[in-house]
């Protein structure tokens, strides 16, 4: 089917221009000014300069987007009325795990490794990914393991680094004094 350009106005029906629909309009653009939502704010008045006869050219100029966009706002708007202008989501692929299998990890992670099977008392990352490929024969990369585990409201945790027999007070005592001492910064020698 062949597409030709419409002439002002009429890619919005006269449900869209109606004067409930142009109020409702409005109203929208004051809240997404106050919000400080410059991208449904920028669609409602690409929208309501269409309707009030402005062409796409004039606002993607205006608005410093493309005809396309303007467009695609268009067709939003005309199919959803102002939800089409929302900010949503993009909805990404489909879990892998279900809600059932993501429930199960969870309560294996908190159990911790040991219960598990794994020789560590400490999860990480190739642990949690091999625990969930023999589990459920599901494969996560091990980039994408902790964006699961954060999905599942887990953080990662990283052990400080202390030496089992080192003197705290010395420790201490040179974080104090000589750290700041080699931290100084010595004024230039002339000639260099």
């Given at each position: 089917?062949?597409?030709g350009r419409s002439k002002n106005g009429e890619a919005i029906s006269a449900r869209g221009r109606s004067p409930s629909a142009r109020r409702t309009l409005r109203r929208f653009i004051r809240q997404r000014a106050k919000q400080g939502n410059l991208a449904e704010w920028r669609r409602a008045r690409a929208v309501?300069?269409?309707i009030e006869g402005r062409r796409v050219i004039e606002l993607a100029a205006e608005l410093d987007v493309t005809r396309g966009a303007v467009n695609r706002w268009l067709r939003w708007y005309e199919a959803m009325g102002i939800e089409g202008l929302l900010t949503g989501k993009a909805p990404g692929p489909a879990p892998r795990l279900t809600e059932t299998q993501r429930a199960e990890l969870t309560d294996l992670v908190e159990a911790g490794p040991l219960a598990a099977g794994y020789p560590s008392g400490v999860w990480t990352g190739p642990m949690i990914g091999d625990l969930i490929e023999q589990r459920f024969g599901v494969h996560y990369h091990r980039h994408n393991v902790p964006r699961l585990l954060h999905e599942l409201g887990f953080s990662v945790?990283?052990?400080r680094k202390r030496l089992a027999r080192a003197d705290a007070q010395a420790q201490a005592?040179?974080?104090r004094q000589?750290?700041?001492a080699i931290k100084?910064?010595?004024?230039p020698v002339e000639g260099w």
């Open positions: 089917m062949a597409m309501r300069g269409y945790q990283r052990p005592s040179w974080l000589r750290l700041p100084k910064k010595h004024a």
